[in-house]
C-alpha cells in the first residue's frame, strides 16, 4: 500500500509561478495542509503496524518541509529520494504561468504544459525515473510507504501504477489537501481537514 502526498501550497503556487527544481516556502495554509496530512497519515498507518511504515519524500525543499509534518506527526523518519522530484521546467523555472501561456500559446495550458520548459524534463524522462522508484519497492501486500511528492511526479506516479494512458494523466487532479491510496491496481482519494 502506497500514501501518496503532495506538498503544501507554496509562495510560487499563490503566485502562479513554476517551481520545477526551484524552491518557495510553504504558506501558512501550506503548512497547515502539511500538519493536517500527518495527522490523517498518523492515523491510517496506526491502524496497520506502524513500525513497519517508511516516509519517503522528494528532496526538494517544499516537499521536505510536508514531510517533516508528517514524520513528526506519525513517528516515522524521512528518507529521501531524488526520483520524487518535481519535473524541471529548465528556463521556465521561477516565470508565471500566464506569461508563459501568453507566449507559446493556450493551446499548451493544459497539464502538459509542465512538460513543455526549454532545456526541462520530458513525460518520458519523468516517467522512467518514477517507473525505477516503484519498480524498486517491496510488493504488495508487504508494501507500506508514505510518498511525499509533486503535482507533476505526482500525477505520473498514479498514472504509472493504475495503468493509466498519458492523457488521462495529465487531466489527474493535484491537490494540497489530500492523500491518495494507492493498493490493489486502484487508486482513493482521502481528504484532509485543516488544522491550525
Not at 28 to 44: H, K
Amino acid at each position: 500500500m502506497i500514501y501518496l502526498t503532495r506538498h503544501g501550497e507554496t509562495e510560487w503556487n499563490v503566485a502562479r509561478r513554476f517551481q520545477g527544481h526551484h524552491d518557495s516556502p510553504l504558506t501558512e495554509r501550506g503548512r497547515s495542509q502539511a500538519r493536517a496530512m500527518g495527522e490523517l497519515v498518523r492515523d491510517l498507518i496506526r491502524l496497520r503496524d506502524a513500525e513497519d511504515w517508511r516516509l519517503v519524500s522528494s528532496p526538494l525543499g517544499r516537499a521536505w518541509a510536508t514531510a517533516n509534518e508528517i514524520g513528526r506527526a506519525s513517528g516515522l523518519t524521512v528518507e529521501l529520494d531524488e526520483r520524487l522530484a518535481e519535473v524541471s521546467c529548465g528556463d521556465w523555472e521561477g516565470l508565471l504561468r500566464e506569461d508563459v501561456i501568453a507566449e507559446y500559446g493556450e493551446s499548451l495550458s493544459g497539464g502538459e504544459l509542465i512538460f513543455r520548459g526549454p532545456g526541462g524534463e520530458t513525460y518520458e524522462e519523468v516517467l522512467a525515473r518514477v517507473e525505477t522508484f516503484l519498480a524498486d519497492l517491496p510488493r504488495e501486500p508487504e508494501r507500506r510507504m508514505v510518498i511525499v511528492s509533486h503535482g507533476a511526479s505526482g500525477r505520473v506516479l498514479r498514472g504509472l501504477y493504475a495503468g493509466l494512458p498519458k492523457h488521462e494523466v495529465l487531466t489527474l487532479d493535484v491537490p494540497q489537501d489530500a492523500i491518495f491510496r494507492l493498493v490493489a491496481g486502484n487508486i482513493h482519494r482521502l481528504e484532509c481537514e485543516p488544522v491550525s
